[in-house]
């Protein structure tokens, strides 16, 4: 492609994406179509002969689009949502075009130096200790699956492991029957074992229990194990609950254990200083990561990473070949060695992007209407007799069911609550996801969307109970 080609044709793309934006909720939030019909659509082998734009855009037009699920649509409350704004799109289109890869300082130098300035902003703008230093992964899970290797590497005095782990089998990892499945899946890949990653019971607000934490520790002690991590959530996937991190924090201190903090969603709430009762003890602890790009306006992906102990983090994870060593190398943060890929892109320029044109204060805005608004539907539920909230609210993620009057027998409302679900979604006019609690099938409502309003959850609130009051018994 040419110059002349690329500028005529990205004009023409950044005209369709404006009025994407402006028109997305004129799509079916989730396509009507079954698995394979959108492949089937495509060719069986790559093209020979190179194709003009056009022909590839109305492919993208025709056979594309009709197959995207919405996420940007303002009636799109499922899962958690994957943020964006305008300003990070630029700097995405940016970092496409300059096309430079960011593994160590001297690769790129701004990207190394932006990310390190920008991660030091995320730190103060969510009250995070000083002391902790931050780089950005691609997810929350990577960051999860480096807290539980620098955890390891760090109780065993850093890279003198160089046969392997003695005695692997004994460690033990620490989280709540309601952390996500990430943690399961760290546990498995650094081969520690599924049977010792401990689910800890939680209580009536789905909230990690800490005397049931420190009564499976002093067990473990007991048969010979060795704790090594306790994984904590701010904000679980299914309902947003908050572990109790001080008190987590201090029995890892008493234990010696990691204390690694999951905040990937509820953590860009910390932006509200009045919302830091959920991070209350959080400089106790060893790492903890957020997501910019579930909750503050940032394109996937950009998960943010802070770690206490620079230098475990940066045993765990350095390599020196002679081809990758500078002159700077003492002197910079070469990211190669903070995370698992060697490659990394730009991240950093999307953050400086967002921050910078919304101001701290403008992303606080933001997110406190989305909680406002989170708080508006549950009393909107809460002043319904026929529906029920079922988890606290402690941010804007409402978890709640339809409960017709009179009707007690759970499997009966299990059923109603999968009907309602499914026919909603079926609409294409508003999509929403599931959990279970307490064996309950409960619907999950998020007003954290980038184009979400009170209208639009006003819209949302009155297509549910329509919808459910029809429902035949
Ligand atoms: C979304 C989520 C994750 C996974 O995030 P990825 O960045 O997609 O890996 C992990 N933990 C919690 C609590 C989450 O909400």
């Not at 919405?70 to 075009?97: D, I, N, R």
């Not at 194990?225 to 201090?250: E, H, M, N, Q």
């Not at 860009?268 to 200083?273: G, V």
């Amino acid at each position: 492609m040419t110059s002349t080609e690329f500028r005529k044709a990205a004009h023409e793309l950044v005209d369709w994406m404006a009025d994407y934006m402006d028109n997305v909720g004129d799509y079916p939030v989730k396509p009507n179509i079954k698995p394979g019909d959108i492949k089937i659509q495509l060719p069986t082998s790559a093209p020979e002969q190179g194709e003009g734009f056009q022909s590839i855009f109305s492919d993208f037009n025709n056979i594309i689009l009709p197959g995207i699920t919405h996420w940007q649509h303002p009636q799109f409350a499922a899962y958690f949502p994957s943020g964006t704004s305008g300003s990070s799109v630029l700097a995405e289109m940016l970092s496409s075009a300059i096309g430079a890869q960011c593994m160590i300082w001297l690769t790129s130098p701004s990207a190394e130096e932006l990310e390190e300035r920008m991660m030091e902003w995320l730190r103060d703008m969510l009250g995070l200790p000083k002391e902790f230093t931050g780089v950005i992964q691609d997810s929350s899970s990577s960051s999860t699956l480096v807290a539980l290797l620098t955890a390891r590497e760090a109780l065993n005095n850093y890279s003198i492991n160089k046969n392997g782990f003695e005695g692997r089998g004994k460690f033990r990892i620490y989280t709540s029957e309601q952390a996500h499945s990430s943690v399961d899946k760290g546990v498995k890949i650094a081969g520690f074992g599924i049977e010792n990653l401990v689910k800890i019971a939680v209580d009536e607000n789905f909230a990690l229990k800490a005397e049931a934490l420190e009564a499976a520790i002093k067990k473990d002690l007991e048969a010979g194990y060795i704790p090594l991590c306790v994984v904590s959530t701010i904000g679980t996937t299914s309902s947003t609950a908050v572990d109790p991190i001080r008190s987590i924090g201090k029995i890892c201190k008493k234990y010696k254990c990691w204390h690694h903090i999951d905040a990937s969603y509820s953590g860009a709430a910390l932006l509200i200083p009045s919302m830091r009762w959920m991070s209350d003890g959080v400089e106790l602890a060893d790492s903890f990561v957020f997501n910019p790009h579930k909750w503050m306006l940032t394109n996937f992906d950009c998960s943010a990473y802070f770690v206490r102990d620079k230098k475990a983090l940066t045993d765990t994870f350095s390599i020196l070949p002679e081809y990758l060593k500078t002159p700077h190398d003492h002197l910079v943060n070469n990211y190669r060695d903070w995370s698992i890929p060697l490659g990394r892109r730009f991240r950093a320029l999307k953050l400086w992007f967002v921050i910078r044109s919304y101001g701290v204060a403008g992303l606080r805005k933001i997110i406190e209407e989305h909680i406002g608004i989170g708080q508006w539907l549950k009393k909107e539920i809460e002043g319904e007799e026929d529906f029920e909230i079922l988890a606290p609210v402690p941010v804007n993620l409402i978890c709640f069911r339809y409960r017709p009057i009179g009707i007690t027998d759970e499997d009966v409302l299990n059923n109603l609550n999968t009907t309602l679900l499914e026919g909603l979604n079926q609409t294409g006019k508003i999509l929403l996801t599931q959990t279970k609690l307490d064996n309950k099938y409960t619907l999950r409502y998020v007003s954290g969307n980038s184009n979400t309003s009170l209208e639009e959850v006003k819209r949302s609130w009155d297509m549910i109970t329509d919808f459910a009051r029809k429902i035949k018994i």
